[in-house]
């Protein structure tokens, strides 16, 4: 990733990509503490548009403002130097990568005296899953590894300490063969994805994991308007794991996943074994809305 040409917004300047480093002593890479976002620009009909880019842009600030660190920009800044850097990598849809981390100017556990930095940079970057994963679906494991317990990584905060927990969690699903792993919270019940929200459909009803250990996720929430906007009843309770095995359709949201369907968990077949009808119609409503076709939500989308 860090071989190509390009730029990265740096500490408020665009950098060359191969430039923009930084020290091994770097404070957020020994202890794990710095905040993102991940962010797509699609090259819809109006021309290439950053999709929910304040939505995500606040939901960094709040992460931060979680974690006490105070980020060195308004989010006016934040905001423009997003669209900056689509613009100048002359991108026409890609994946946008925002992150607040702290620096080099100290060790031990408090961050205190280090300096607060942000970067951000955007590069292509396809289906998540894979392109044949949004048509035929994947394959999850629920994952013996908890979703950290509220108190542990707060999970409003899009933290990279929660990433450790993903990446173990997510590991195991494809050691076992999997595509995907979903955890469950410490008392047991659904939580999300390593890295997506996670959608059941069951006589007709949207149903989600109430989302005490879950991010909030964006692509959650624009699939919560289409599902009332096509009538589609929505259902937040609390879900256990075979609530999924008994589920008609299942489905995965996020930035990066999209809305990509589960065919599979833990062996067990979802509805027909492929994309069901509801998750299709709501895909196809989520890719009309990002890609600039649905009149209705242009301003979720911010030319760049
Ligand atoms: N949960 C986790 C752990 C994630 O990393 C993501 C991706 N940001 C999501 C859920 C989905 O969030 P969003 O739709 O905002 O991308």
Same mark, same amino acid.
């Given at each position: 990733? #860090?071989?190509?040409?390009?730029? !990265?917004?740096?500490?408020?300047? =665009?950098?060359?990509?191969?430039?923009?480093?930084?020290?091994?002593?770097?404070?957020?890479?020994?202890?794990?503490? #710095?905040?993102?976002?991940?962010?797509?620009?699609?090259?819809?009909?109006?021309?290439?548009?950053?999709?929910?880019?304040?939505?995500?842009?606040?939901?960094?600030?709040?992460?931060?403002?979680?974690?006490?660190?105070?980020?060195?920009?308004?989010?006016?800044?934040?905001?423009?130097?997003?669209?900056?850097?689509?613009?100048? %990598?002359?991108?026409?849809?890609?994946?946008?990568?925002?992150?607040?981390?702290?620096?080099?100017?100290?060790?031990?556990?408090?961050?205190?005296?280090?300096?607060?930095?942000?970067?951000?940079?955007?590069?292509?970057?396809?289906?998540? =899953?894979?392109?044949?994963?949004?048509?035929?679906?994947?394959?999850?494991?629920?994952?013996?590894?908890?979703?950290?317990?509220? %108190?542990? &990584?707060?999970?409003?905060?899009?933290?990279?300490?929660?990433?450790?927990?993903?990446?173990?969690?997510?590991?195991?699903?494809? @050691?076992?063969?999997?595509?995907?792993?979903?955890?469950?919270? $410490?008392?047991?019940?659904?939580?999300?994805?390593?890295?997506?929200? !996670?959608?059941?459909? /069951?006589?007709?009803?949207?149903?989600?994991?109430?989302?005490?250990?879950?991010? $909030?996720?964006? &692509?959650?929430? $624009?699939?919560?308007?289409?599902?009332?906007?096509?009538?589609?009843?929505?259902?937040? /309770?609390?879900?256990?794991?075979? @609530?999924?095995?008994?589920?008609?359709?299942?489905?995965? &949201?996020?930035?990066?996943?999209?809305?990509?369907? !589960?065919?599979?968990?833990?062996?067990?077949?979802?509805?027909?074994?492929?994309?069901?009808?509801? $998750?299709?119609? =709501?895909?196809?409503?989520?890719?009309?809305?990002? %890609?600039?076709?649905?009149?209705?939500?242009? #301003?979720? =989308?911010?030319?760049?």
């Amino acid at each position: 990733m #860090s071989d190509r040409d390009g730029f !990265i917004w740096y500490d408020g300047k =665009l950098v060359p990509w191969r430039d923009a480093t930084t020290h091994v002593l770097t404070h957020s890479l020994h202890y794990g503490l #710095s905040v993102f976002e991940g962010v797509r620009a699609y090259h819809t009909d109006i021309g290439t548009a950053i999709f929910k880019l304040h939505e995500h842009t606040k939901r960094l600030f709040n992460s931060a403002h979680i974690y006490q660190m105070p980020i060195p920009y308004d989010r006016e800044t934040i905001i423009e130097a997003q669209c900056e850097v689509v613009r100048r %990598n002359q991108l026409r849809s890609c994946y946008i990568r925002p992150i607040v981390f702290y620096g080099s100017e100290k060790m031990g556990v408090s961050p205190r005296g280090a300096q607060v930095h942000v970067a951000i940079a955007a590069w292509p970057w396809g289906a998540y =899953l894979g392109e044949e994963a949004l048509k035929q679906g994947i394959r999850v494991k629920i994952s013996s590894y908890a979703r950290q317990h509220v %108190n542990v &990584t707060m999970p409003r905060a899009k933290v990279a300490s929660t990433y450790a927990n993903s990446i173990i969690a997510n590991a195991e699903a494809l @050691d076992h063969g999997y595509d995907e792993a979903i955890l469950l919270d $410490t008392d047991g019940f659904v939580a999300e994805g390593s890295g997506e929200n !996670i959608f059941i459909v /069951k006589d007709g009803a949207l149903c989600e994991p109430e989302i005490a250990s879950a991010l $909030t996720g964006i &692509t959650r929430s $624009t699939i919560h308007t289409l599902a009332s906007d096509l009538g589609i009843p929505l259902h937040t /309770k609390r879900l256990t794991r075979d @609530d999924l095995y008994i589920a008609d359709e299942a489905f995965f &949201t996020g930035t990066a996943a999209e809305v990509t369907p !589960i065919r599979e968990v833990d062996r067990r077949v979802i509805g027909s074994g492929s994309r069901g009808p509801v $998750t299709e119609k =709501l895909q196809k409503a989520f890719f009309d809305v990002v %890609n600039g076709r649905n009149p209705k939500y242009l #301003s979720w =989308l911010t030319k760049v």
